[in-house]
């Protein structure tokens, strides 16, 4: 009993009580000032306002109870401080000057304190820092999220958290769930970094309002919003290997409409064959884009808003060996070759009505139709789809400040895809049509709870869809977060997910090498468990702070489809496996910024991702056990340049089992562990942006990584040992041309 009671009086202090001050800072139009510096008259004791605007400030010590808001472009507001009532900053716009100097800068990536779920928002100053040109490339500042290559001929890409693969996190766009099925393939390369505003990072399975997917976490993409972006923006790029990206995008305004038009392009590279294995170390994109968003009202107002986004993507991918011609070689026998055509129209409609501060009712609707045809080699694969996603959302704000999200989802999805082979040299028995037909009814539930003086956040959800071929399934999950002071949160939550499976589309690389692919069962959905806990501290201040972040999260599978690609190198067997397969994932960071000139940031991210197979840990392949992350960035008070590095550490990886193979065609069972260094330069000419860099600054590639290159139409021919880069150093040289009026 003394024991317990020695522990409860060292935690005491932990529990004490910490007065706080928190609120929001929003422009005449209420809209959310981001980034708008908050502190003490006075002081140096202050913080800045996260994406909605909120905060949250510490009062301990502070004899002077004035608060108060600065924002570049706004005149500074200072407020009293008499009660722990909610403060809301409303700043009007400057027009006493013609010219506004910036003196800060948004933080390049926020960890929100306030929220109830962890979020790590992704900013444009983050997106600043390295060419981004799609949404792929915009992950290598942070820790979370590993963008992997799954096809390394036509360099597909997908995003994985928690050491799993990308199918079991949710990509949202604006929100919606729209990369599916075939979209998940090339979906994430197709949204050009110019299009991004913010990228919302949450770990583990979190909120059930969009739905029963996000095992491991889930990434939405904020796309750049009408009523703020730059009238103009011109983006240009080219890297050595002569590939080149053009954007543009212009905002105007129509009655109470605000528009955002854009339009990009990507051209593609020369041949390029860094290691002399036949085979390019990059295919050759052709791809046009054009979007177009709007948006009426604001959602935080009383009254009608909406938001519409359409889009369309056309695109074309060649890869294989260099003397490869897609017009006369396309599915021959005598030289190797992958291409992919593929066309996208895609729409979204969220549109709300606020009654007051307490109801509010919104609908969502969603869809696109893809048409995509390809060649791996003698594997021909056409596809199309057709898929539609609704929800229709009500909000109930109830004694002041608890939330109720209730509501119906519905989902529908027809995926068609046809398998073939122009020469069956190798005797595969996975040709045929297979088509997969969803609809999927659903209801959801949300509620937010603010206790013990708000210290305290709980939120409880549960969702239920009825799957047309497997089902009624049941979602439940909740969230606790404790305030310890508006500096230090600690977060837990706890949560159920499944999904169903579409084989071809999100294992593309199956369809790339000689193996065959044996589908041992009737393919059930999978199903998981994920829990985890997370500990955010904040050194609060003006001029220097920084972030102190500890995650732990695990993952339990009741069913998953993985691969196996170690009982039979020449096959891919897929089945259920309904016994012990699991992740664990921890993650130490610490962020720091000094004097607003310097910015570093190291992180440390450990994964364990196996499975028991009789009785026996088999760790599943292409994970880095240990990774290691650090950002410097340094940028004068003038702001007339910045300068920005990353250094990635990857451990070894579990590999594929080739045994059986000859010897000339075995790979080792572990990789090699490698480091990556990335920099880049850039400087400000008042309206102009001039950027260059170089990624893999050391030159370090995996060289020969496609085993029988020599012979790609063999029974050995492989590329599911690519695990590590494959084109060697890259410069690049960009231009950012904005008008901000």
Same mark, same amino acid.
């Given at each position: 009993?003394?024991?317990?009671?020695?522990?409860?009086?060292?935690?005491?202090?932990?529990?004490?009580?910490?007065?706080?001050?928190?609120?929001?800072?929003? $422009?005449?139009?209420?809209?959310?000032?981001?980034?708008?510096?908050?502190?003490?008259?006075?002081?140096?004791?202050?913080?800045?306002?996260?994406?909605?605007?909120?905060?949250?400030?510490?009062?301990?010590?502070?004899?002077?109870?004035? !608060?108060?808001?600065?924002?570049?472009?706004?005149?500074?507001?200072?407020?009293?401080?008499?009660?722990?009532?909610?403060?809301?900053?409303? !700043?009007?716009?400057?027009?006493?000057?013609?010219?506004?100097?910036?003196?800060?800068?948004?933080?390049?990536?926020?960890?929100?304190?306030?929220?109830?779920?962890? @979020?790590?928002?992704?900013?444009? /100053?983050?997106?600043?820092?390295?060419?981004?040109?799609?949404?792929?490339?915009?992950?290598?500042?942070?820790?979370?999220?590993?963008?992997?290559?799954?096809?390394?001929?036509?360099?597909?890409?997908?995003?994985?958290?928690?050491?799993?693969?990308?199918?079991?996190?949710?990509?949202?766009?604006?929100?919606?769930?729209?990369?599916?099925?075939?979209?998940? /393939? =090339?979906?994430?390369?197709?949204?050009?970094?110019?299009?991004?505003?913010?990228?919302?990072?949450?770990?583990?399975?979190?909120?059930?309002?969009?739905?029963?997917?996000?095992?491991?976490?889930?990434?939405?993409?904020?796309?750049?919003?009408?009523?703020?972006?730059?009238?103009?923006?011109?983006?240009?790029?080219?890297?050595?290997?002569?590939?080149?990206?053009?954007?543009?995008?212009?905002?105007?305004?129509?009655?109470?409409?605000?528009?955002?038009?854009?339009?990009?392009?990507?051209?593609?590279?020369?041949?390029?064959?860094?290691?002399?294995?036949?085979?390019?170390?990059?295919?050759?994109?052709?791809?046009? #884009?054009?979007?177009?968003?709007?948006?009426?009202?604001?959602?935080?107002?009383?009254?009608?808003?909406?938001?519409?986004?359409?889009?369309?993507? $056309?695109?074309?991918?060649?890869?294989?060996?260099?003397?490869?011609?897609?017009?006369?070689?396309?599915?021959?026998?005598?030289? =190797?070759?992958? &291409?992919?055509?593929?066309?996208?129209?895609?729409?979204?409609?969220? &549109?709300?009505?606020?009654?007051?501060?307490?109801?509010?009712?919104?609908?969502?609707?969603?869809?696109?139709?893809?048409?995509?045809?390809?060649?791996?080699?003698?594997?021909?694969?056409?596809?199309?789809?057709?898929?539609?996603?609704?929800?229709?959302?009500?909000?109930?704000?109830?004694?002041?400040?608890?939330?109720?999200? #209730?509501?119906?989802?519905?989902?529908?999805?027809?995926?068609?895809?046809?398998?073939?082979? &122009?020469?069956?040299?190798?005797?595969?028995?996975?040709?045929?049509?297979?088509?997969?037909?969803?609809?999927?009814?659903?209801?959801?539930?949300?509620?937010?709870?603010?206790?013990?003086?708000?210290?305290?956040?709980?939120?409880?959800?549960?969702?239920?869809?009825?799957?047309?071929?497997? *089902?009624?399934?049941? #979602?439940?999950?909740?969230?606790?977060?404790?305030?310890?002071?508006?500096?230090?949160?600690?977060?837990?939550?706890?949560? #159920?997910?499944?999904?169903?499976?579409?084989?071809?589309?999100?294992?593309?690389?199956?369809?790339?090498? @000689?193996?065959?692919?044996?589908?041992?069962?009737?393919?059930?959905?999978?199903?998981?468990?994920?829990?985890?806990?997370?500990? /955010?501290?904040?050194?609060?201040?003006?001029?220097?702070?920084?972030?102190?972040?500890?995650?732990?999260?695990? /993952?339990?599978?009741?069913?998953?489809?993985?691969?196996?690609?170690?009982?039979?190198?020449?096959?891919?067997?897929?089945?259920?496996?309904?016994?012990?397969?699991?992740?664990?994932?921890?993650?130490?960071?610490?962020?720091?910024?000094?004097?607003?000139?310097?910015?570093?940031?190291?992180?440390? &991210?450990?994964?364990?991702?196996?499975?028991?197979?009789?009785?026996?840990?088999?760790?599943?392949?292409?994970?880095?056990?240990?990774?290691? !992350?650090?950002?410097?960035?340094?940028?004068?008070?003038?702001?007339?340049?910045?300068?920005?590095?990353?250094?990635?550490?990857?451990?070894?990886?579990?590999?594929? $089992?080739?045994?059986?193979?000859?010897?000339?065609?075995?790979?080792?069972?572990?990789?090699?562990?490698?480091?990556?260094?990335?920099?880049?330069?850039?400087?400000?000419?008042?309206?102009?942006?001039?950027?260059?860099?170089?990624?893999?600054?050391?030159?370090?590639?995996?060289?020969?990584?496609?085993?029988?290159?020599? $012979?790609?139409?063999?029974?050995?021919?492989?590329?599911?040992?690519?695990?590590?880069?494959?084109?060697?150093?890259?410069?690049?040289? *960009?231009?950012? =041309?904005?008008?901000?009026?």
């Amino acid at each position: 009993m003394r024991y317990f009671i020695f522990i409860i009086v060292c935690l005491l202090p932990f529990f004490a009580y910490s007065q706080k001050v928190t609120g929001k800072v929003v $422009n005449e139009d209420k809209e959310s000032l981001i980034g708008a510096n908050v502190y003490w008259a006075g002081t140096t004791i202050g913080t800045t306002t996260e994406v909605d605007g909120s905060f949250q400030l510490s009062a301990e010590g502070i004899t002077s109870k004035l !608060l108060v808001a600065s924002y570049v472009g706004y005149e500074t507001d200072t407020l009293a401080v008499n009660s722990n009532s909610a403060i809301t900053f409303q !700043l009007k716009a400057s027009n006493t000057l013609d010219q506004v100097t910036v003196s800060g800068q948004q933080d390049a990536i926020i960890i929100s304190n306030i929220k109830a779920i962890k @979020s790590e928002q992704i900013t444009q /100053t983050s997106l600043r820092q390295a060419a981004c040109c799609d949404l792929a490339g915009c992950f290598g500042g942070q820790s979370s999220v590993t963008p992997q290559t799954t096809n390394v001929v036509t360099n597909a890409k997908e995003l994985r958290i928690l050491g799993l693969s990308g199918v079991y996190n949710q990509v949202l766009i604006d929100g919606f769930p729209l990369m599916k099925g075939l979209s998940y /393939t =090339y979906g994430i390369s197709s949204i050009p970094g110019t299009l991004v505003e913010n990228i919302f990072i949450a770990k583990g399975a979190n909120s059930v309002l969009q739905g029963y997917e996000s095992i491991s976490g889930q990434i939405n993409v904020q796309t750049i919003n009408p009523r703020t972006a730059d009238k103009l923006l011109v983006n240009g790029y080219v890297n050595s290997f002569m590939e080149k990206h053009f954007n543009v995008n212009y905002a105007f305004k129509k009655g109470e409409w605000n528009s955002v038009a854009s339009f990009g392009t990507v051209q593609p590279a020369k041949k390029v064959d860094g290691d002399d294995d036949t085979f390019l170390d990059l295919p050759l994109l052709t791809r046009y #884009t054009f979007s177009n968003k709007w948006t009426y009202g604001n959602p935080v107002e009383w009254g009608w808003n909406s938001q519409i986004n359409l889009r369309y993507i $056309n695109e074309e991918r060649v890869g294989g060996q260099t003397n490869f011609d897609p017009v006369a070689d396309e599915g021959s026998s005598l030289v =190797y070759g992958q &291409t992919v055509k593929l066309n996208q129209p895609e729409m979204s409609v969220k &549109t709300g009505y606020r009654w007051d501060d307490i109801h509010n009712l919104t609908a969502f609707a969603a869809g696109f139709y893809q048409d995509q045809n390809a060649y791996f080699g003698l594997t021909k694969y056409d596809a199309t789809q057709f898929y539609f996603y609704g929800n229709l959302q009500y909000e109930l704000t109830y004694k002041e400040k608890h939330t109720l999200k #209730t509501g119906f989802s519905y989902r529908y999805s027809n995926l068609e895809e046809d398998l073939t082979f &122009t020469t069956d040299l190798l005797s595969r028995n996975y040709a045929g049509n297979y088509q997969l037909k969803e609809k999927i009814p659903g209801f959801f539930a949300e509620n937010t709870l603010y206790l013990l003086e708000d210290k305290l956040t709980w939120m409880v959800g549960v969702r239920g869809d009825d799957h047309n071929q497997f *089902g009624f399934n049941l #979602t439940p999950r909740t969230l606790l977060k404790y305030s310890f002071s508006p500096e230090t949160v600690i977060r837990a939550n706890f949560g #159920t997910g499944w999904r169903t499976v579409n084989l071809f589309s999100e294992n593309i690389g199956l369809l790339v090498s @000689s193996r065959d692919i044996l589908i041992a069962d009737d393919l059930a959905p999978e199903k998981a468990l994920n829990y985890g806990v997370n500990f /955010t501290h904040k050194f609060e201040g003006l001029e220097n702070g920084g972030v102190l972040s500890l995650d732990y999260y695990r /993952t339990d599978f009741q069913n998953q489809l993985f691969p196996d690609y170690d009982t039979n190198p020449q096959q891919a067997i897929v089945k259920n496996f309904e016994g012990e397969s699991v992740s664990n994932g921890f993650q130490a960071e610490i962020a720091l910024h000094f004097d607003e000139l310097f910015n570093w940031k190291v992180g440390y &991210t450990y994964l364990d991702v196996y499975r028991r197979i009789d009785g026996e840990k088999q760790q599943l392949p292409f994970n880095s056990k240990h990774k290691v !992350l650090s950002n410097f960035n340094y940028q004068p008070l003038s702001k007339k340049y910045h300068f920005d590095a990353t250094f990635h550490f990857h451990g070894t990886q579990r590999l594929p $089992n080739t045994e059986q193979n000859p010897v000339a065609f075995q790979r080792p069972d572990f990789s090699k562990p490698y480091t990556l260094v990335n920099a880049q330069f850039t400087y400000n000419l008042k309206r102009l942006e001039l950027y260059t860099g170089v990624e893999n600054i050391f030159n370090f590639r995996q060289n020969r990584a496609i085993l029988s290159w020599e $012979n790609p139409f063999s029974p050995y021919f492989d590329t599911s040992s690519v695990w590590g880069p494959t084109r060697g150093r890259e410069f690049y040289l *960009g231009f950012r =041309y904005r008008i901000v009026e």
